[in-house]
């Protein structure tokens, strides 16, 4: 492995953390403000112009607080649990073509950290390991909501990984590649070449259990401020709490990249306007993201579990069949 | 615009009409029919045109408070006030101790002596504004129109004894030369028509 290779990988991976910890809390002012517009009110205003400086304010604030750590908490677990969905979030960035190959001063830069030929897999593995967060968090939080929320947790993991993986079989069977690259090439012919045409049930089925993976509205159950509080955050406080948050909104702006690459064409041809298409596309999910907050209520546990094995997984079988029989004949 | 329709307290009459809700499937059948009609119905797109649409429109309705006030009405029970009288400045009060005694919360505290002049000279008069709940009974009992709210609802201290003592509530003697004091026109105050409604006292029996 020659040291040009390692240096810049090492300066890609700091800067796609550097990057993504920013965009994590810039997300949390876009969330606040478009959710108050929607509600008519105005959001933040305070701090800054605009209230842009509201980020920095609940920065400073996470980062000075007290440390709590309860008694009768199973300790390290505790403590190591937010990181867990922290490290995962920005792990599984690492398999993701953020911008499409570019040239500085005559050198060649790949915007991802590491093509592996398993990207896709790789990627929602990671984002999978990340509800161990949430799961461990609230087991070792000796608090009955935590507890409750960690149930939750267990039976998304479940439900949803099975959805997500059945719904992404048929567009992998059709590339025949795992890598997020590859896929991109594949679409690369334009509109008319994106995945989305031939798998229109597959896109749906994936961006539905998107909301699942990231825990966002209407799948929002695992911290339901109205039932269980803020379910496994219950008992953290400081910046303990704001990594389950940074987990929480880098893992939709990476899902946010992943649906577009993978069903909507990517970069395209991997020209500038490309990559700005790349950018648009995700920001529009990741305003999804946020519209849905505003509008839709959240389903009930049972509910949840019941569209998952009893609707998304039949037809994601069954997605994935057909799919089978038309490639071979 | 006629009070008409706020006055009416029969509730059981009118635009009130019972929601149809339809009946509950039962059998695997007409549960699932009500899955596919729900699905295909599109009703999650109705609620995000809905939020979307507001939030295209922007019509925002955040008072951003400490720049922006909403306006409170005259009859608003704030924070006490002593006023002084328009002939000669000096205060209204007597003395007269109906204020201490109506007060239901019991936190009004007064002391009163004779003065040179043998008169009754208040010396001591505070009002817990921790138990106070602005019930407005000690301006409506008030005789001289001495005590009253006012619009005045922003108190900020590190000290609760703060609230409120009686130079706090009087009305500076320069506002008054200045002839700036307001009077107030909520609880005890004289209803704006007053004089056409006066009786003569009845002597006759
Ligand atoms: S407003 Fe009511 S509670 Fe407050 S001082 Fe007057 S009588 Fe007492
Ligand atoms: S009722 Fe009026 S006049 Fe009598 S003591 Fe109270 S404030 Fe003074």
Known sequence: ?????????????????????????????????ILAFMQRRLGP????????LQVAADGIKLFTKEDIIPTNVVTPIFKIAPVITAATAFMAAAAIPFLPPFEVFGYEVHPIVADVNIGI????????????????GGMASA????????????????SYEVVTGLSLLAPIMMVGSLSLIDFNEYQAGGIGDWIVWSQPVAFILFWISAFAET????????ANDHEIIDGFGTEYSGMRWGLFFIGEYANMFFISFVIPLIFLGGYGDGS???????????????????WTRAAWPDVRPDQLMWLCWKILMPIAVINVVITGFVMMF | MSLEAFNNRNVAEGDYFLVAIEEYPTTGWDKFKRVVKRTFKG?????????LREMIRFDIHTVQYPQEKMPIGPRYRAVHQMKRLWESNTERCIGCGLCEKICISDCIRMDTKIDE??????????????????????????????ITHSGEYENASEQREHFIIYEDMLTPIDKMKAGKQLEFEGFGAITPHEDERVKKTPLAY
């Open chain 2, 43 to 51: 009703e999650l797109f109705v609620g995000l045109w809905v939020v």
């Open chain 1, 121 to 136: 897999l790789y990627v929602l593995g990671m984002m999978a390991v990340g509800f161990y967060g949430p799961l461990l």
């Open chain 1, 272 to 290: 500038l306007f490309g990559a700005l298409g790349l950018l648009g596309k995700m920001s529009f999910f990741f305003f999804f993201f946020l």
């Open chain 1, 143 to 158: 608090n009955k909501f935590s507890l409750l929320s960690a149930a939750r947790t267990a039976a998304v993991f479940i």
């Open chain 1, 1 to 33: 492995m020659d040291s040009a290779y390692l240096i810049e990988t090492i300066i890609k991976v700091v800067v796609i953390l550097l990057i993504f910890s920013a965009l994590a809390g810039i997300g949390t002012y876009f969330e606040r403000k």
């Open chain 1, 215 to 222: 825990g966002r509205t209407p799948f929002h159950l695992i």
């Open chain 2, 117 to 146: 002049n043998s008169r009754k000279e208040v010396t001591e008069y505070t009002i817990n504004l921790g138990r106070c709940i602005f019930c407005g009974y000690c301006a409506e009992v008030c005789p001289e129109l001495a």
């Open chain 1, 45 to 52: 205003m305070n701090v800054g112009p605009y209230g842009l």
